[in-house]
């Protein structure tokens, strides 16, 4: 087991080991305290991890009430959010009670964002299931719900009180979930450590505990520097500005995972183009992404994906901030406007 310790508006652990769950009570009732603890999750984890997590929080002297959510992206929604905070509200819920999220990215945005409105802000510890949500999403306090004219429309910024990942619950994640997550994986390699990127070179099985502790250490240090993303935070976007636009185009058919593996692939080829990057860097991440079944294009044309990134909430704008990379293990972010994205984007797509 290890600790990170994230120094961000509220300082906070992350907490990373095998077979944890069971210590989920111990450790909530340290870092968050309260007397009542309300677990969010959906149907999917309800079923395989919720009971434990009940006994664990019970043992450590909580009452502990439940709030399943259907699963699936499209209940990260307002509907949702107004359930959770009239449930808080009849479980009377104090703002010194914790919230305690058990799920993959929709369950801990949503009840992230609940509990940074309930009271005007309650505990909240993050229990992540998913391997995109133990690297990503439950580290640095962006929560975040979908309104109907676009993904992460509303939300705010509120630090957890802990994080618990505990990896053995990954083991009953579906295949595509999990290479989902590893190309959040492999974007950490490219913008930030060329050690890890080549550790992904090795079955990710035998060494998840390491890589997963890797990641969430390179996200606390960009956090840390710039937690509410004005600057360097902009480098985990890397792929996610074509990554966006290819899930928009699909109507969020491809998965988020697949989507940034396209837009790494196009941003580095089109880096590797313009001389920005050696071309090994560009086969480097093909053969990577490759190797984890991920795409390495989209059959979206290009007019259609700047069209879709115009409509990008993270556009500056007539500027979009892009990271591109210089190596593996380094990035730069580049302030472009719409025609330079149109050229990176026609430059990354043609596979010559
Ligand atoms: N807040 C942030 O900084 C941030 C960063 C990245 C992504 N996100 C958000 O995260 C969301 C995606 O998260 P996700 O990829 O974890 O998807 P998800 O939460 O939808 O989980 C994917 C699926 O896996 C199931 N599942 C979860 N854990 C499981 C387990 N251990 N065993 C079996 N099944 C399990 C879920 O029920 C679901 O069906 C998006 O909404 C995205 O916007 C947020
Ligand atoms: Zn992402």
């Given at each position: ?11 906070y ?21 309260g ?89 909240f ?11 990503d999403?439950?580290v ?10 676009g ?37 950490y ?8 990127f080549?550790?992904?070179?090795k ?12 990641c ?12 509410f ?113 149109e050229?990176?984007?026609r ?6």
């Amino acid at each position: 087991m290890r600790t990170i310790a994230v120094t961000a508006s509220k300082r906070y652990n992350v907490i990373v080991g095998r077979e944890i769950l069971n210590d989920a009570g111990t450790i909530i009732a340290k870092s968050a305290g309260g007397q009542v603890a309300a677990i969010v999750t959906d149907d999917n984890i309800a079923m395989l991890y919720a009971e434990r997590l009940n006994v664990a929080l019970a043992n450590s002297g909580y009452r502990v009430v439940q709030y399943v959510i259907p699963h699936g992206e499209h209940n990260k929604n307002a509907n949702t959010f107004l359930s959770l905070l009239n449930f808080f509200a009849e479980h009377r819920l104090s703002h010194k009670d914790v919230v305690v999220a058990l799920g993959g990215g929709v369950v801990g945005d949503v009840a992230g964002f609940a509990a940074a409105c309930y009271m005007r802000g309650i505990r909240f510890v993050q229990i992540p299931t998913t391997l995109l949500a133990m690297v990503d999403s439950s580290v640095g306090g962006k929560t975040a719900i979908n309104l109907d004219r676009g993904k992460n429309l509303a939300g705010t910024f509120y630090q957890p009180d802990a994080v618990i990942c505990d990896v053995s619950l990954l083991s009953t994640l579906s295949d595509a979930v999990f290479h989902d997550g590893c190309a959040e994986v492999i974007k950490y390699g490219i913008i930030a450590d060329t050690d890890l990127f080549e550790s992904l070179k090795k079955p990710l099985n035998t060494q998840l505990e390491d890589v997963i502790a890797r990641c969430i250490t390179i996200k606390r240090d960009i956090v840390v520097e710039d937690e509410f993303d004005n600057g360097v935070r902009k480098l985990l976007n890397f792929g996610h500005v074509v990554g966006h636009a290819v899930e928009l185009l699909s109507e969020y058919r491809t998965s988020h995972g697949k989507a940034i593996a396209a837009g790494m692939a196009i941003v580095t080829r089109a880096a590797a183009r313009m001389g920005i990057c050696e071309p090994h860097t560009l086969y480097d991440l093909l053969h990577m992404l490759h190797e984890y079944k991920l795409p390495v294009n989209t059959t979206y044309k290009a007019d259609e994906l700047v069209d879709a990134c115009l409509s990008d909430k993270k556009r500056d704008g007539e500027y979009f901030h892009l990271a591109v990379p210089e190596r593996i293990g380094k990035c730069v972010i580049k302030k472009i406007s719409i025609e330079e994205l149109e050229l990176f984007i026609r430059l990354g797509q043609e596979e010559r």
